[in-house]
């Protein structure tokens, strides 16, 4: 689903647009250039008689989901499951990143080593 699809995902991004109820959660892509998106996720604070949809960060989107005045290149996309698994994905990522595994008992450490050891191993077939 998405509003830049195919006609069936644009009538499907239309129809979850008129689904929208003030509390609903959305996202929307924060930064425009390059290849890492930043996501910010929000909730709807007010619904227009227009349609427009005012966000609790102060964002302003208009009823076909693109936004408007500094907004204008972004687009709401809901915050489903496969987003939230791919940000939980991401946290931990950056989270280990910063980890001190010095900080980890000598059997614990063997055992993050074994885990990450068994994704170098090639798979049999």
Avoid at 25 to 49: F, H
Avoid at 72 to 96: G, M, T
Wanted: glycine content about 6%.
């Amino acid at each position: 689903m998405h509003p830049l699809g195919s006609p069936e995902e644009r009538e499907k991004y239309a129809e979850w647009l008129r689904s929208l109820k003030v509390g609903d959660e959305v996202r929307y892509d924060r930064n425009s250039w390059g290849s890492s998106r930043l996501w910010t996720v929000t909730k709807i604070a007010k619904i227009t008689p227009t349609g427009m949809f005012r966000l609790a960060d102060g964002a302003l989107f208009y009823s076909n989901g693109r936004g408007r005045g500094d907004y204008s290149y972004r687009c709401l996309l809901p915050v489903d499951e496969a987003f939230k698994a791919e940000q939980a994905r991401k946290n931990a990522i950056r989270y280990l990143n910063d980890y001190d595994f010095s900080r980890l008992s000598s059997e614990d450490l063997l055992k993050v080593l074994e885990i990450v050891k068994s994704y170098d191993q090639p798979s049999e077939k």
